[in-house]
């Protein structure tokens, strides 16, 4: 399974940007899809996570109530709609997906895309 992650970009502080995650290499995209986010000499944070059904959700307290996961699993596509960004917000985000079990740790997840990035300015 190949990930691609895309829709990051520059934003001012209190904007919104969606970001993606196309599957491919197979007809269905992995059970568990999650975000995690690295900012500059910060360890990988766990951002967002969704399972196939689309229920439950799962996020950082960080980013609850500003960011939405989201998936259309017709379009193998994950999804992760961000409002009222922050500088804080600012990093290389990762798409991730796994089958076996949900995790805030990123451990179960063996597939990643290659990162995007947000930069939030203030």
């Known amino acids: 399974v190949q990930l691609q992650a895309s829709g990051g970009g520059l934003v001012q502080a209190g904007g919104s940007l969606r970001l993606s995650c196309v599957a491919s290499?197979?007809?269905?995209?992995?059970?568990?899809m999650a975000w995690f986010r690295q900012a500059p000499g910060k360890e990988r944070e766990f951002v967002a996570g969704?399972?196939?059904?689309?229920?439950?959700?799962y996020y950082a307290d960080s980013v609850r109530g500003r960011f939405t996961i989201s998936r259309d699993n017709v379009k193998l596509t994950a999804y992760l709609q961000m409002n009222s960004l922050k500088p804080e917000d600012t990093a290389v985000y990762y798409c991730?997906?796994?089958?076996?079990?949900?995790?805030?740790?990123?451990?179960?997840?063996?597939?990643w895309g290659q990162g995007t990035q947000v930069t939030v300015s203030s």
């Open positions: 991730a997906g796994g089958d076996s079990r949900f995790s805030y740790t990123g451990d179960s997840y063996p597939y």
């Open positions: 290499g197979r007809t269905d995209s992995p059970y568990f």
């Open positions: 969704i399972n196939w059904r689309g229920s439950p959700r």
